[in-house]
Structures are given as structure tokens and as C-alpha cells.
């Protein structure tokens, strides 16, 4: 893993994906810790909120840039309160080494819900640490390798019934990759598509969802489950993948919530891309592993969040707010591996656990800004796997 000097950077930028909420869900203490707010023409305020980016790292140096997210109602007239609000965001980074990352992202909902539709464009010129390939790499084997990724992905939805929700996927992604220096494995490993390819994937989706809120639940079932096909005229390989997302949250008391959630990934097919291989690691689940130090076929990760909103009570004011700021306090624990096919096994298992701290930037929305730091696995030989995340939104 890169050792960082000192970093504050964005890891995710955007909302993540939910569906139809159940009023019947919302409780009167949730109505007062989240009120809603209306202006002038009787519509739902919108909110903007601007991040700015600073790390350094060895193989970026100094980077700098800003995310900005905006949150607003689609609704004509008066929106009603099942509806979710929609979500645009941008995300601009630069560094001294002359690299640069685009990031650009939309939810949106239609009244009540009936329709959601989320894109992503994404532009990076950035290297990345290569370890190899499985559950059992060497940080001492890592390569530092340049990548140029361009996305572009598009998901729709409809609603079929009050919480299930079907629709279609489309996922163009193309890599280039260069080896930025003789070190670690990189070199002589034998990958496919070593240099970098291209994969067009389409696909269809079905998600049930009876959650209270998409961004701060406390209450509520999401599932969504993903087949996606990239076709031989459209892509380098034909391949198949497939991707299983499953949350519980349980509400404890006014102020505390219990979330569960599960992910499953698999690419499968003839020829296998090994940067299209599924990554354990991200600010969302096996928070503290370095994204893409254990790849492979197939990947299963569990964790479990407590979750507590903290009495307003016991705000601390912040000089430079007009208004006592709110807060939440969290802590998850966790546990995934990758394998092959027919490889799983429950000593494989990696541990995950940490602690967060959640600012509520729009309470109307249930918007937040999440910092969490993790702990994972420790190799023989090797220190603690770890870090920081700084990220708008919950994890799940």
C-alpha cells in the first residue's frame, strides 16, 4: 500500500442506489431530527455542498482539486414527501506529476419515485499499485503501474410494484496501462490484456427496496441483483457478470440503527481481464484494504454498522457555522475474501473493522459527510492494513 504523508481526499462521490421509501416507516422522532424544509414557492430546498481535495502520496505527489454535490427535487409542483431527491455531483483532481482525474455523476428520481435513473462519466490518468492476483499477494511484491480509464455507464429503472423495481444497465469501459517502473511483479506476470481493453457490458436489474431513506436509513429491506452480458461485436471478450446487493437496518432506538449489508461479485467466461476482476476494497465495504490488493473471479464481503445520532443537545458549535452543526457516530466490523471458482473457503475469510464520524450538511435530505478509518488484515511480515476514508454519503 502507497505510504501517505498526509492526505484529505474524496473517495466516492454520489448517492448510493435505492428505491421506493414506505411512510409508514418514518417514525415521529425521526420527523424532528430530520425536518423538512421548503422555500419560497412551497418546493423542497435544494443544497450544494463543495469538498475540497488535498493528499500527496509518492507516485501522485501533490493533488489537489474539489467535489461539489447538489442535492434537489425533481417535482414540478409541491414534491411529495415519498419522493427522494435527486443528486448531481462533480469530482476535479490534478497533481504535480501531471495526472488528472474527471468525475461525473447523476441520480435522479420522478415523483413518487416511478422512475430512477443513474449515470457516471469518468476520466483518470492515475497509477495504480499492483499486487497480483488472489487472496495471498506480498505488499513487498507491489508495481506501481499507470492507468488511463475511460467510463461511461448508464442504469434505469421503473417501478413495478410499491418497493420492486426492474430495468436495464449499460457499462463502456476502456483501460490502458503502462508498467512506471522495473519493481514488483508486474513485469513478468502473466495477465490478460496486459496492456489495457475494452469491455461493453449490458444488462438487466431487479431491486426490491422498502427503506425508510436512501441516504441515513433506519429502517427497511434493499436487495438488488444485477446480470450484465458484454458481447463479443461490443467488447474485446464476451463475458459475463454479476453482482448481488443486500442491506438490512434495524431500528434500535430513536437515536440508534443497526445496518446489515452483503455484496457478491463474479465475472465469468473463457478469457478473463484481470482488471475487470472483481477488487476487494473501497470506502464503502472492506473499508481499510487498499482497493485491488486482492482480486480475483469471485468476491464475497459481509458487514455489519451501528449507527448513533448524536442528541442535539449535545451539538458543539463550530465557529464558522451560522448554526450548531449535527452529528452521528458509527462502528462497523466486517469480513470478505476473493476466490476462484469453486475456491471458497471460510478460513479465507479477512477481518475488517474501524470507526466513523458523520456531519449532516442538509438534515432535510439526510445528507451527510462520512469520515471513517479501518483496519484490516496483518500479513506476516507486513504492518496492518488501514486507512482513512473522507466520503459524501453513507457507506450503505
Not at 462533480?90 to 428520481?109: I, M, P
Not at 422498502?210 to 434493499?222: E, L
Not at 458509527?330 to 471458497?344: H, R
Not at 450538511?361 to 488501514?386: A, F, I
Amino acid at each position: 500500500m502507497r505510504k501517505v504523508i498526509s492526505v484529505i481526499s474524496l473517495c466516492a462521490l454520489g448517492m448510493p442506489c435505492l428505491q421506493a421509501q414506505d411512510s409508514t416507516l418514518i417514525s415521529p422522532d425521526e420527523h424532528e431530527q430530520f425536518p423538512v424544509k421548503y422555500d419560497s414557492s412551497g418546493r423542497r430546498r435544494s443544497s450544494l455542498f463543495p469538498l475540497p481535495v488535498l493528499g500527496y502520496s509518492p507516485e501522485k505527489g501533490f493533488e489537489f482539486g474539489a467535489a461539489t454535490l447538489y442535492s434537489y427535487y425533481a417535482d414540478k409542483k409541491r414534491p411529495s414527501m415519498l419522493t427522494r431527491n435527486s443528486t448531481m455531483s462533480v469530482l476535479a483532481t490534478f497533481t504535480t506529476n501531471s495526472q488528472f482525474k474527471l468525475d461525473l455523476r447523476s441520480e435522479n428520481w420522478t415523483r413518487n419515485n416511478d422512475y430512477h435513473i443513474k449515470t457516471n462519466l469518468r476520466y483518470h490518468n492515475f497509477p495504480v499499485y499492483f499486487f497480483g492476483l488472489g487472496d495471498t499477494t506480498h505488499y513487498d511484491d507491489r508495481s506501481l503501474v499507470g492507468n488511463k480509464r475511460y467510463k461511461a455507464s448508464i442504469e434505469a429503472e421503473k417501478r413495478i410494484t410499491s418497493h420492486f423495481y426492474a430495468g436495464f444497465s449499460v457499462l463502456y469501459q476502456h483501460d490502458r496501462f503502462t508498467a512506471d517502473d522495473e519493481k514488483g511483479i508486474y513485469q513478468t506476470a502473466d495477465l490478460v490484456d496486459k496492456d489495457g481493453g475494452y469491455a461493453t457490458f449490458l444488462g438487466v436489474t431487479g431491486v426490491y427496496d422498502n427503506r425508510d431513506n436512501q441516504n441515513y436509513c433506519t429502517g427497511g429491506t434493499y436487495v438488488r441483483f444485477n446480470a450484465s452480458y458484454a458481447p463479443s461485436f461490443l467488447s474485446k471478450h464476451p463475458l459475463w457478470r454479476f453482482e448481488l446487493k443486500a442491506a438490512q437496518f434495524i431500528h434500535v432506538s430513536p437515536k440508534s440503527v443497526i445496518g446489515v449489508n452483503g455484496l457478491a461479485q463474479s465475472l465469468q467466461g473463457s478469457t478473463l481481464p484481470y482488471y475487470l476482476l472483481p477488487e476487494m476494497g473501497s470506502d464503502n465495504i472492506m473499508r481499510g484494504y487498499y482497493t485491488g490488493r486482492y482480486r480475483d473471479q469471485n468476491y464475497l464481503a459481509a458487514q455489519a454498522e451501528y449507527r448513533y445520532f448524536l442528541d442535539p443537545k449535545m451539538r458543539i458549535r463550530i465557529w464558522f457555522m451560522d448554526t450548531q452543526p449535527t452529528f452521528a457516530l458509527a462502528g462497523f466490523v466486517g469480513t470478505g475474501t476473493v476466490f476462484e471458482n469453486g475456491g471458497f473457503s471460510f478460513s479465507r475469510l479477512k477481518p475488517n473493522y474501524g470507526l466513523g464520524v458523520r456531519y449532516f450538511y442538509d438534515k432535510s435530505s439526510r445528507l451527510t459527510v462520512r469520515l471513517d478509518y479501518g483496519w484490516g488484515e496483518k500479513r506476516p511480515g507486513e504492518k496492518r492494513q488501514g486507512g482513512f476514508y473522507l466520503s459524501i454519503a453513507e457507506a450503505f
